[in-house]
């Protein structure tokens, strides 16, 4: 782009015609504008690139700042003891919901097995009494037969009485 400014300014010194004049101007004009934009988006990437820099700089200082504060070994063994006591009482957690999600497993199977063993008493109980609605049907079956033959016979007799 700088190139093709100098370019353009090279031309304008020479003589030109009013016309070609004010086209050279036009597209000089249209280029330093296009200049400045991107300078514009140069500095605006600048200054973004050197924020990042120097947040990363404060995190860096705030977490060294941490182990730097301590000044004598009592600090530094009773901070090392604090951070032995969270670990023990995370290990301790995770145990107790280890054991728990254990005894949820172990109830989960015994209730599929339940079911499962209510679901079989269920479907012999059902049978049972499928069986014993055909077993009464029969029955009823057989004695009206019984008492239909007897009213036959009864009617076959008084009719050979007559």
Do not use: C, P
């Amino acid at each position: 782009m700088t190139e093709e400014m100098a370019k353009l300014k090279q031309e304008l010194r020479r003589t030109l015609s009013e016309q070609e004049r004010n086209d050279v101007q036009v597209k000089r004009d249209e280029l330093q504008s296009e200049l400045d934009m991107r300078n514009a988006q140069i500095s605006d990437l600048q200054q973004q690139i050197l924020g990042f820099e120097n947040d990363k700089e404060k995190e860096k200082e705030v977490r060294s700042d941490r182990w730097t504060r301590l000044s004598s070994m009592v600090e530094a063994k009773l901070a090392v003891q604090h951070l032995f006591d969270l670990a023990t009482e995370a290990l301790a957690n995770v145990g107790h919901k280890s054991q728990e999600l254990r005894e949820a497993h172990g109830q989960i199977t015994d209730l599929r097995k339940n079911n499962g063993e209510l679901r079989d008493a269920k479907l012999n109980l059902r049978k049972t009494y499928d069986e014993q609605i055909i077993k009464m049907e029969r029955e009823h079956e057989d004695k009206t037969l019984f008492l239909l033959r007897q009213i036959n016979n009864k009617d076959a007799g008084e009719s050979n009485d007559v």
